[in-house]
């Protein structure tokens, strides 16, 4: 492989790109074939690539990640600083300039990616392994001397993702060939037949069988296999470690339901899910389905938020959600659309992109600023008023601009910067819509454009200005969408939540309306869940709403609801950078009967960090 070629130009890649013989139902749409033109995520993908990623590597110097790889590479001196796993930030930011440049070139962009590349390049060993951390700070320890925390294979697999995306984006392949060498020591030294051993945090087998994809070497694939086959046999077991959090107690093959670190579980079952297609496991799969049910059913937040724990950012027991301790970290919903991504692909299953819905527009995207350069790391349901922030993550301190565990900000920008990868899929009969933004899809030669204001409005438009003739459009329903309907033709009809499904013969000009009622609704949380018990929770359209103090003069923390009291959505576009709110009627003890504002609960804290819930008892 050469070490740079010239920029790609037309369509990229997904970020996950099963190949053909893959066992799944749906084939997503690159990068250039589906993209995002204007509305909600158009506005944040250009706070993103503005602000965020520009600012990303500044951060990335400030706090010492890219300084470790110098020293590493021997043309700097000095102490590494920072976590073990400081190198995976570079490798993340890495990969969000990569997807920012395959949707926006920008010669800035290839300008940075190559200065950092190069600088990861140099740090790597003459037998391909690489971590600065572990190269400098423990070389007197060796490599791979403490797997549950060293997170060497993690550090790799973030790698191995950034140098996909920048083969896929941008044509460069010097990234590429450090991954490839990385990847081939890591085929050389574990296995069934070699080191039997894994990671305390998986990402690696998502990684490796995106390599498999992209390069077509099957030893890359077998690897992935194998990381999630020897997981859930009590290997951290021998490091003195519970194997619990480390999602080593019950193979993934037999598990029932998700458990541990949040991120470490939802990263392991997207890796085995791409196992699953790759090699046809429909046993696996299966599984998988299981954990996914049991995860939606028990143990996720209203927001799509993983992860009740504070204590080793855990998944709690099944119904263990409570409010104002919620963890449901920003990388956490990540890694949950990323593992729901390729649900749907396999399945073609809509409940997966309705939790896909839920999670981007809840739980990830509360996870970052209005501006684009300020997050939470942990996203609690409620913040009770004069709360202590007793921590550096604590969300009490309103958004910060980095952390000393960096994961969140640069996960959230390469997740933004690749977001039109998740819109649409295709397939021999047709194209399937998952997710609304105003934005172009081409699929063969179906061609076509999406109109609408979602998510604060349900018309959703469908302009075909190409078409082969006969083919199918798929549009989701969302589950919560009772009483949608579709016009085509000039012909309306109701349609049921899951794929309104129209086959026809398509001429250019032909319009598709969707209609999806963006009524009120409050929701009831199951009686199992202690925290909430008498409590409801506000949601119109995809969107969950919350109660915010800057809204009321009485406390927000004394605020109930009368559930049989009308309600009103305004937009307004002069707040919070456009929203709707919701209007109704409640009261506390002190103040009686008052109204109550419920903004969207991805936009709290943007007016400073002070009282908030989404759950509100009743009267």
């Known amino acids: 492989m050469t070490a740079t070629s010239s920029p790609t130009t037309g369509t990229t890649r997904a970020p996950a790109a099963p190949t053909p013989a893959a066992a799944v139902r749906l084939r997503p749409l690159g990068l250039g074939e589906a993209r995002i033109t204007g509305g909600f995520w158009a506005d944040r993908q250009r706070a993103n690539g503005d602000a965020a990623i520009r600012v990303g590597r500044r951060r990335l110097d400030e706090a010492g990640n890219l300084e470790n790889l110098r020293i590493a590479a021997g043309v700097s001196t000095g102490e590494v600083v920072g976590p073990i796993f400081a190198d995976s930030d570079v490798y993340k930011w890495l990969e969000a300039v990569a997807w920012e440049y395959g949707r926006n070139p920008a010669d800035e962009l290839l300008a940075m990616q190559r200065e950092v590349t190069a600088v990861v390049a140099a740090a790597q060993a003459d037998d391909g392994y690489l971590n600065s951390v572990v190269q400098v700070r423990h070389s007197d320890k060796g490599r791979y001397f403490d797997l549950p925390w060293s997170h060497e294979h993690y550090c790799a697999g973030h790698l191995i993702q950034a140098a996909v995306a920048q083969v896929r984006c941008t044509g460069d392949t010097a990234l590429l060939d450090v991954a490839v060498k990385l990847a081939d020591h890591l085929a050389a030294t574990f296995g069934e037949d070699r080191r039997h051993d894994v990671d305390g945090h998986p990402v690696i087998e998502t990684a490796l069988v995106e390599l498999y994809r992209e390069t077509g070497e099957a030893r890359y694939l077998e690897l992935a296999r194998y990381f ?3 997981r859930g046999h009590g290997l951290m077991a021998g490091y003195g470690q519970e194997p619990t959090y480390f999602s080593d107690r019950v193979p993934v093959r037999t598990a029932t339901t998700v458990e541990g670190h949040a991120v470490r579980a939802v990263y392991l079952a997207a890796g085995a899910a791409d196992v699953a297609a790759e090699l046809g496991d429909a046993e696996l799969l299966d599984a998988l ?16 938020g993983l992860g009740a724990r504070w204590d080793r950012e855990s998944f709690g027991d099944p119904y263990e959600l409570p409010t104002d301790r919620a963890y449901a970290e920003t990388c956490a919903a990540i890694g949950g659309v990323q593992w729901a991504w390729r649900m749907l692909l396999a399945t073609g299953d809509a409940r997966y992109a309705d939790a896909i819905e839920r999670m981007l527009f809840n739980g990830f995207i509360a996870g970052i600023s209005l501006s684009g350069a300020e997050y939470f790391y942990v996203n609690p349901l409620q913040l009770r008023a004069d709360a202590h922030a007793d921590g550096d993550r604590s969300p009490a301190h309103g958004r ?3 952390f000393d565990c960096a994961c969140c900000p ?11 990868g998740y819109l649409a899929t295709g397939d021999a009969d047709g194209v399937q819509l998952h997710q609304y933004a105003p934005g172009t899809v081409t699929s063969g030669d179906v061609e076509l454009t999406v109109e609408t204001e979602y998510p604060w409005d349900g018309l959703v438009r469908v302009r075909v200005i190409a078409s082969p003739g006969r083919f199918a459009l ?11 309907s579709v016009t085509a ?16 013969d398509w001429s250019a000009g032909d319009i598709v309306e ?12 199951h009686p199992r869940v202690d925290a909430v018990r008498g409590c409801v929770a506000v949601e119109r359209g995809p969107l969950v709403h919350a109660a915010e103090q800057a809204d009321h003069a009485a406390p927000v923390d004394d605020l109930q609801i009368d559930t049989s009291a009308a309600t009103a959505a305004e937009h307004r576009p002069d707040l919070l950078g456009g929203v709707t709110v919701v209007t109704t009627r409640g009261r506390t003890e002190a103040a009686g009967e008052l109204d109550l504002t419920l903004v969207p609960y991805y936009a709290w804290a943007n007016r400073g960090a002070a009282a908030m819930r989404v759950w509100i008892p009743t009267i």
């Open 410 to 420: 640069p996960n959230v920008m390469r997740t933004l910067a690749s977001l039109d």
């Open 400 to 402: 910060r601009g980095w």
């Open 474 to 484: 798929s549009l989701r329903v969302p589950a919560w969408a009772t009483g949608a």
């Open 289 to 304: 389905r299981t954990q996914f049910d049991h995860m939606l059913a028990t143990k996720s937040y209203v927001t799509g």
């Open 489 to 504: 033709g000039g012909e309306t009809q109701h349609v049921d939540p899951g794929y309104a499904r129209l086959e026809r």
């Open 514 to 525: 969707l209609h999806l009622p963006m009524d009120v609704r409050t929701t009831a949380a």
């Open 228 to 230: 999630v086959e020897a």
